[in-house]
């Protein structure tokens, strides 16, 4: 089945560093793929919307000066979290949604990344 | 206000028996899927059953139905005969078919099953 793929899949750094996270779509094309922010004990949360050759669509109150998406082909979105803070501390995950399917695809998940910043 | 509302925090069940978690929604587009996904400690999320706004039948997958009640707004998720392994949080998810096609998650329900 559609497999996706999201490394790496725990991150502990120093406050200031920046931290790419990458999330690929390994046998199916995706155009679109969403990242969406996990607080411990709470639900997802959308966080942007990655579109394959074009800016990415930001929720409101999502800063992209220091969420910055890049998804350069079809099977690959990444997200930089940039000058990382302890409170970007967080489970970050990806998904994606199969090219030209219908509604009731699901969409699929990467396995996440728990960001823990020092 | 709020799209997705799972109303029970927490839930318990004994092994071998069924569960229902609760699941309601809001929406004005006619189109829209409804999804429950499983997230076990690990943080992984498994796709578990799909209902779209048009299906006339309630969606099974294996133990797992949804008891879809549309004129409610309702989309609950039946799990028969729990298994330890079914401990977890829950997640109703719905994704509506005009716009970014993103989905919104409730609040999600930990599910305990009991020996």
């Known amino acids: 089945g559609a497999v996706v793929s999201q490394h790496p899949s725990w991150v502990i750094c120093k406050s200031g560093t920046s931290v790419k996270i990458e999330c690929r779509s390994l046998?199916?094309?995706?155009?679109?793929m969403f990242w969406y922010r996990q607080f411990p004990k709470q639900s997802l949360m959308l966080m942007a919307t990655?579109?394959?050759?074009?800016?990415?669509?930001?929720e409101q109150g999502v800063e992209k000066d220091k969420f910055l998406i890049n998804h350069a082909s079809l099977t690959l979105s990444t997200l930089t979290v940039t000058s990382a803070h302890p409170e970007d501390s967080s489970f970050y995950i990806c998904?994606?949604?199969?090219?030209?399917?219908?509604?009731?695809?699901?969409?699929?998940f990467g396995d996440g990344t728990r960001l823990s910043i020092l | 206000a709020q799209k997705i509302t799972q109303t029970q925090p927490g839930m318990f069940v004994q092994e071998k028996e069924a569960v229902t978690l609760d699941c309601t929604y809001d929406?004005?587009?006619?189109?829209?899927?409804l999804f429950w996904y499983k997230q076990p400690s690990s943080g992984e999320m498994i796709f578990l059953i799909y209902?779209?706004?048009?299906?006339?039948q309630n969606a099974t997958e294996g133990r797992y139905s949804l008891n879809f009640q549309k004129a409610r707004k309702s989309a609950n998720l039946v799990i028969s005969a729990s298994q330890l392994g079914d401990s977890a949080m829950y997640f109703c998810?719905?994704?509506?078919?005009?716009?970014?096609?993103?989905?919104?998650f409730g609040s999600g329900t930990r599910l305990q099953v009991q020996p």
């Open positions: 209902q779209g706004s048009y299906d006339q």
């Open positions: 990655s579109n394959e050759g074009s800016k990415a669509t930001y």
């Open positions: 046998d199916f094309q995706a155009t679109t």
């Open positions: 998904s994606a949604h199969l090219s030209g399917r219908g509604s009731n695809q699901p969409q699929h």
């Open positions: 998810a719905m994704r509506e078919d005009t716009g970014r096609r993103a989905l919104t």
């Open positions: 929406t004005s587009d006619p189109s829209y899927g």
